[in-house]
Structure formats: structure tokens, C-alpha cells
């Protein structure tokens, strides 16, 4: 069924609490994480309960990272920080909320089955509620081109949000793939929520002697040997290993503060090239406008996932 346009425009946050717990990729840790509604223009914010008192608190932005190796890492003005949050953020844009209050009780955001799926399933039992408060978007009015080593990545006007993603590994179970997505004419879910990380298997070792991957497996990642993909089943895609970098950009170009409105084209992209390119996007305030924000005067409308349907039915 199709939304009302008060509905699209309006900014949204969970219409009740949800939960979860997991093992952390890096650390190995278990990690308890709430996902809780938040008002309006608050925006995405982690809260680290583990930590007492008002320092514990940190907004998802792009100039709050601080570490794009194996992961997105943020941090607060305190050095309180929290790492691996691509996914999570991710699955919120996808699910099209605004504001979020997400409590963890360590570090880490729980690497799940790898993908977006739990997490997009989570707040699809939340459900969405809609606020009074027009939908923050950020408008791209001219092209920014950034490159860093072997990476490049542009973003320029558009009316939505389209990425373009190309990548190229030397591996022959990998090699190179290129998607586009237009998420007027696709959705998250359909397109790229159950795409989960991968990693080679050579390399295991050696991560975890730089105790990195400590909570990785074939339960939570691709691993991709010499001459086979190691994890039963195979790959849930064809090409789930450019969906999954694609996933990977969802996320990290989230951290924008808003939806943005622009086209991204990037080849080979990680993670510090995706916040090199929100850098220098927001670093001249003539290459955008931010839109929205202003309270609206429109009835509070929740709207009701099909699992809350069947359950009821």
C-alpha cells in the first residue's frame, strides 16, 4: 500500500522498544543493545550504558569518526566511542527512521548474521511512529569528487538517493562487480539488507593476532577460501559481496544527519573513503542544502508492520 505524502515527509522514530543480544566481530564480547524511540530532530544517538553520566552519550555523525579500519568507529568529545556500526545504520535508514536512542551495554554493535537482516527485522516489530516534525534531507547542489590510494568516490544532485558501487578484488571467486541502485524505484530490504561481510580465509590468523575478528565465524561472515566460499549454503547472492560494500555505504553516508538527496558513485570503497567524501561534501556550505526540520501540524499516524498484522489477525 502506498504512503501518504504527509507520511513520507515526516520524520519517524520506533512506535515501541526492541531489543537484542550478540557477539560483538572484533571483540568477541556479548553485547545487550535497546533500540528506543527518540523526539523529534534528535537524530541517530548511541548511549553507552556502561559508562555513568552525561559522557556517554554519542551522536552518529560523519564528524564523529574516528575509525574506518575493518568497521565505522565513532566517537563523543569524551573519547567515549562506539565501533562497527554500519550495518545498525544501515538497517535504520532502510527502515526510514529519524530518531533513534540505541543503548548498548559495551563498545561494540553485535555483528548479528553478518547482514542488515536482524536488524531491519527489529525494527519491523517496532514498527514506525510519525512525528511532527518535517523529514531532515540533505540536498546535493554540485559535484564532489574525492580519492584516497586505489578508491574514489563522487556524489552529485539528484532527487533521491542512488549509489553506484564498483569493486574488484583479486580473488576468482570475487573479481570485479558494479550495481546501481535507485531507492526510488528499489527498497533496502529488497535490495541489500540480507547481504552479510566477508573475509578471506588466509587472513583470519592474522587478524586475530592484531585481536581483530576475536567474534567472527561462519555464522556471521562470508569466508572466502582459495577455491570455495566456506560457509554451508553459499552465498545468499550471486553478487552479494558488491551488495554487501553497497550495504557498507548505506550506512556510513547515514551518517550525513539526514537523508540525502544526491547521486554516489564510488569504485573500490571502504569506509574512509565514504567519510572522506561526507567531509568534503559539508566542508563549503555551497555544495548543499539541508531542508526540513520545522514542526508540522499533522495527526499522529503509527503504522503497523505485517508481522504485527499476522499476529493480530
Not at 139 to 157: D, F, M, N, Q, T
Not at 226 to 242: C, Q, T, W
Not at 250 to 256: I, N, T
Request: aromatic share 6%.
Amino acid at each position: 500500500m502506498e504512503k501518504s505524502p504527509e507520511v513520507i515527509h515526516c520524520q519517524h522514530t520506533v512506535a515501541a522498544e526492541v531489543s537484542c543480544v550478540g557477539v560483538s566481530l572484533h571483540s568477541g564480547d556479548m553485547v545487550n543493545m535497546f533500540l528506543r524511540p527518540a523526539a523529534p530532530n534528535t537524530g541517530i544517538v548511541f548511549v553507552r550504558k556502561d559508562i555513568e553520566g552525561a559522557t556517554n552519550v554519542v551522536p552518529a555523525t560523519f564528524d564523529a569518526v574516528t575509525e574506518t579500519t575493518l568497521g565505522t568507529t565513532i566517537a563523543n568529545k569524551h573519547g567515549v566511542s562506539v565501533s562497527t556500526i554500519e550495518h545498525l545504520m544501515a538497517a535504520i535508514w532502510g527502515a526510514g527512521i529519524d530518531n533513534l536512542r540505541i543503548e548498548m551495554d559495551g563498545p561494540e554493535v553485535p555483528i548479528m548474521d553478518g547482514s542488515s537482516e536482524p536488524f531491519t527485522f527489529l525494527l519491523e516489530c517496532a514498527g514506525r511512529v510519525q512525528q511532527r516534525a518535517a523529514r531532515r534531507v540533505v540536498e546535493v547542489l554540485k559535484e564532489i569528487r574525492v580519492e584516497e590510494g586505489g578508491s574514489i568516490a563522487s556524489i552529485k544532485p539528484a532527487e533521491d538517493f542512488v549509489l553506484e558501487v564498483e569493486i574488484a578484488f583479486n580473488h576468482a571467486l570475487i573479481g570485479s562487480q558494479k550495481a546501481r541502485y535507485d531507492f526510488s524505484e528499489t527498497t533496502f530490504r529488497q535490495s541489500l539488507a540480507r547481504a552479510r561481510t566477508f573475509g578471506f580465509a588466509r587472513d583470519v590468523e592474522k587478524m586475530r593476532s592484531m585481536g581483530l575478528a576475536l567474534g567472527g565465524s561462519l555464522h556471521n561472515a562470508i569466508v572466502v577460501g582459495e577455491d570455495e566460499i566456506l560457509n554451508e549454503g553459499g552465498l545468499r547472492y550471486a553478487d552479494e559481496f558488491v551488495r554487501h560494500k553497497a550495504l557498507d555505504c548505506v550506512g556510513d553516508y547515514f551518517l550525513a544527519g539526514a537523508m540525502i538527496h544526491g547521486e554516489v558513485a564510488t569504485r573500490r570503497p571502504g569506509h574512509g573513503i565514504n567519510n572522506k567524501l561526507l567531509r568534503a561534501l559539508f566542508a563549503d556550505a555551497s555544495n548543499y542544502r539541508i531542508v526540513g526540520g520545522d514542526e508540522v501540524d499533522v495527526p499522529m499516524q503509527i503504522e503497523r508492520t505485517q508481522l504485527d498484522e499476522r499476529m493480530s489477525a
